[in-house]
Nanobody, 125 residues
Framework: VQLQASGGVLVQAGGYLRLSCAASGGASSDSSMAWFRQAPGKEREFVAIVRRSSSRVDYAESVKGRFTISRDNANNAVYLHMNNLKPEDTAVYYC???????????????????WGKGTLVTVSS
């Protein structure tokens, strides 16, 4: 599975941004898909995850109520809709996939099998 995240830009606090992740090269539709982020000088952290059927999603507490994860299996895509952005959301955002049929409600980076290159989101105050 190859993953490619895109959509990161400079945005003002309070703004909206949508990140996209394109998946190819394998049975990504059988995997749970997640977004992680890594701020400068910090460890990579979980943001959101969606089950392969979209029947379940989970979020980190820091983004609940502001971010929404969704997926389009027909087009092998996953999205992260980010509302009311804050300066502390500034980070490189990564798309990741689990092994097929696995789901974690609060995954660690080690739980994910596939990673894409990140996309930088900068939120100015």
């Amino acid at each position: 599975v190859q993953l490619q995240a895109s959509g990161g830009v400079l945005v003002q606090a309070g703004g909206y941004l949508r990140l996209s992740c394109a998946a190819s090269g394998g049975a990504s539709s059988d995997s749970s898909m997640a977004w992680f982020r890594q701020a400068p000088g910090k460890e990579r952290e979980f943001v959101a995850i969606v089950r392969r059927s979209s029947s379940r999603v989970d979020y980190a507490e820091s983004v609940k109520g502001r971010f929404t994860i969704s997926r389009d299996n027909a087009n092998n895509a996953v999205y992260l809709h980010m509302n009311n952005l804050k300066p502390e959301d500034t980070a490189v955002y990564y798309c990741a996939a689990t092994r097929p049929l696995y789901y974690y409600s609060s995954p660690t980076p080690g739980d994910m099998r596939y990673w894409g290159k990140g996309t930088l989101v900068t939120v100015s105050s």
